[in-house]
T-cell receptor, first 111, second 110 residues
Framework: NAGVTQTPKFQVLKTGQSMTLQCAQD?????MSWYRQDPGMGLRLIHY???????DQGEVPNGYNVSRSTTEDFPLRLLSAAPSQTSVYFC??????????FGQGTRLTVV | KQEVTQIPAALSVPEGENLVLNCSFT??????LQWFRQDPGKGLTSLLL?????REQTSGRLNASLDKSSGRSTLYIAASQPGDSATYLC?????????FGAGTTVTVRA
């Protein structure tokens, strides 16, 4: 059972480039979410989904897009990368009020 | 807006000492509280989940308590070991999302 899988693990982008961070889970969880982690600030919610076809914004959604066409996948798109988006990105999934499971993270640097 | 605070930000103890990590939150209308461990450069590993109706949860050397009315949770780690060195995060679930504290970084000295 793989749990939550994120790819890539590391990425360097130039300012203005776009890219997609991939997230997949094999636990049939309906809830999936993306967080970013910055030093001293804890994890902040970017976007979340309560099921296939349903997404909504979190605390810091600007500059990011998401879609959820299947239960398993929840990709995060950076439309035009900026240095302020340098961070560690985590994808999480859960069902109802059970524990949340996190991926290993994607470390993104925007230069 | 839910605010989650973890104090202290860092803690250093000798091996064998018991660890006490604190987490406080401002809105008591939570569904559950989850404690995580994060090693440097790694993801989050779930340690314990306490539902809002529970007062405590135990797993091995770990015990977490929850006082929803006062907005507090405490994670106790008995007989600490150098392998317990990590950052510990608490997160509260309210409605659709988890709100995280900034974490307590623990160093256990051999």
């Amino acid at each position: 059972n793989a749990g939550v899988t994120q790819t890539p693990k590391f990425q360097v982008l130039k300012t203005g480039q776009s890219m997609t961070l991939q997230c997949a889970q094999d636990m049939n969880h309906e809830y999936m979410s993306w967080y970013r982690q910055d030093p001293g600030m804890g994890l902040r919610l970017i976007h979340y989904s309560v099921g296939a076809g349903i997404t909504d914004q979190g605390e810091v959604p600007n500059g990011y897009n998401v879609s959820r066409s299947t239960t398993e996948d929840f990709p995060l798109r950076l439309l035009s990368a900026a240095p302020s988006q340098t961070s560690v990105y985590f994808c999480a999934s859960r069902t109802g009020s059970t524990e949340a499971f996190f991926g290993q993270g994607t470390r993104l640097t925007v230069v | 807006k839910q605010e989650v605070t973890q104090i202290p930000a860092a803690l250093s103890v000798p091996e064998g000492e018991n660890l006490v990590l604190n987490c406080s939150f401002t809105d008591s209308a939570i569904y559950n509280l989850q404690w995580f461990r994060q090693d440097p450069g790694k993801g989050l590993t779930s340690l314990l989940l306490i539902q809002s109706s529970q007062r405590e949860q135990t797993s091995g050397r770990l015990n977490a308590s929850l006082d929803k009315s006062s907005g507090r949770s405490t994670l106790y780690i008995a007989a600490s070991q150098p392998g317990d060195s990590a950052t510990y995060l608490c997160a509260v679930k309210d409605d659709y999302k988890l709100s995280f504290g900034a974490g307590t970084t623990v160093t256990v000295r051999a």
